[in-house]
């Protein structure tokens, strides 16, 4: 089983501040199986980066997501205070078909 | 747009089965682009998937929920249910119905919290 760990457990960041979150895999992951999620208290997750690098619907272009093999990296280019919140990395497995979750970033105003 | 609703007891008794259901709509469960399944969160914790199903109805689980975990799919009610046996505190959480598609959990519901306590 795949484990995903993220880095750092907390981030203190200020508005306007650019923000660098890892996803570090145990084994290599296929890329266009690593997403990235947004979660806000009291809220479902939201869905920012599939693919390791493909924006979902919706999600502004200071969000960026890179990586490959077993390091991934989401970037926010310049923080709003929409931005603080918990990100969660995932990656899905194939065989067997398996979810798996990083145990999530905080990232918080400084 | 699909929208996710879960519903179901907010307690339940150690040792006893949760149940939930989740209603769909905007779509059809039978939409054969999605898996429907379930993920969960312990309070204050990270995200745990439980299980998914296809829509040529192949189950996919947890390996470490596999033996207690059930899910099953009415079309006619546009439903997916879970069913977690001989529950202890471990599985106090969140859990969220989820449609997915390989590689990511494309829509999520809001997620109803489910504590089990005597």
């Known amino acids: 089983e795949i484990v995903l760990t993220q880095s750092p457990g907390t981030l203190s960041l200020s508005p306007g501040e650019r923000a660098t979150l890892s996803c570090r895999a145990s084994q290599s992951v296929s890329s266009i199986y690593l997403a990235w999620y947004q979660q806000k208290p009291g809220q479902a997750p939201r869905l920012l980066i599939y693919?390791?690098?493909s924006r979902a619907s919706g999600v502004p272009d200071r969000f960026s997501g890179s990586g490959s093999g077993t390091d991934f990296t989401l970037t926010i280019s310049r923080l709003e205070p929409e931005d603080f919140a918990v990100y969660h990395c995932?990656?899905?497995?194939?065989?067997?078909?398996?979810?798996?979750f990083g145990q999530g970033t905080k990232l918080e105003i400084k | 747009q699909l929208q996710l609703q879960e519903s179901g007891p907010g307690l339940v008794k150690p040792s006893e089965t949760l149940s939930l259901t989740c209603t769909v709509s905007?779509?059809?469960?039978?939409?054969?682009?999605?898996?429907w399944g379930w993920i969960r969160q312990p309070p204050g914790k990270g995200l745990e998937w439980i299980e998914s199903?296809?829509?040529?109805?192949?189950?996919y689980y947890n390996p470490s929920l596999k033996s207690r975990v059930t899910i099953s799919v009415d079309p006619s009610k546009n439903q997916v249910s879970l069913r977690l046996s001989s529950v202890t505190a471990a599985d106090t959480a969140v859990y969220y119905c989820?449609?997915?598609?390989?590689?990511?959990?494309?829509?999520w519901g809001q997620g109803t919290l489910v504590t089990v306590s005597s």
């Open positions: 995932q990656q899905y497995g194939s065989s067997p078909p398996m979810y798996t």
């Open positions: 989820a449609a997915s598609t390989p590689g990511m959990i494309d829509y």
């Open positions: 693919g390791a690098s």
């Open positions: 905007g779509g059809s469960i039978s939409n054969t682009h999605y898996y």
């Open positions: 199903m296809s829509h040529s109805g192949s189950t």
